[in-house]
């Protein structure tokens, strides 16, 4: 896969990667500031530009792609009747809680699977508006790319 990236203009590389599952700014900051050669502000621009992209499509897809399958499929009522009531039951404290603040501190934490995608999928499951999950999201996907790129600077001032 890096060799297909290298192939490409560093700067779409960097929006590609961080638009990616898992990957997202956590994969993209070190490829663009390591592999490409850029300059951090020009890879943490890049990096935050193509997460909060998917971020933005994923939050308006996926509440499309629910509705559709539950009105046009009785299966796929069924399962998402059950998948958000199973996820709700499990997490709706929390939510209730911290509110829009949860996005922010779950996106803002680089660890695997606590990314935009993932929060995307948490916003459609509580019914959380684009309005207030998308800048939660956004902080977030910044902050997350500060702790990466200190991370990245610091391993790189150790070696």
């Known amino acids: 896969m890096l060799s297909l990236l290298t192939t490409l203009p560093p700067w779409l590389s960097t929006i590609l990667v961080s638009a990616m599952p898992v990957l997202e700014i956590r994969g993209s900051l070190p490829i663009a500031l390591e592999v490409f050669g850029m300059p951090f502000w020009q890879a943490y621009a890049l990096g935050v530009a193509g997460n909060m992209a998917s971020a933005i499509v994923l939050v308006f897809v996926l509440r499309i792609v629910a509705g559709f ?3 046009h499929s ?4 069924r399962f998402f009747l ?3 009531t199973h996820t709700k039951a499990r997490f709706q404290k929390s939510y209730d809680l911290y509110g ?25 499951l509580f019914g959380i508006r684009p309005k207030a999950a998308l800048p939660a999201m956004f902080f977030g996907v910044c902050v997350s790319g500060l702790i990466v790129g200190l991370i990245v600077g610091a391993v790189k001032w150790v070696v």
């Open 74 to 77: 009785s299966l796929g009522a």
């Open 100 to 124: 829009a603040l949860a996005l922010f501190l779950f996106v803002a934490v680089p660890l695997p699977v606590t990314g935009v995608w993932t929060a995307s999928v948490a916003t459609v």
């Open 82 to 84: 059950w998948w958000f």
């Open 69 to 71: 399958v539950s009105r």
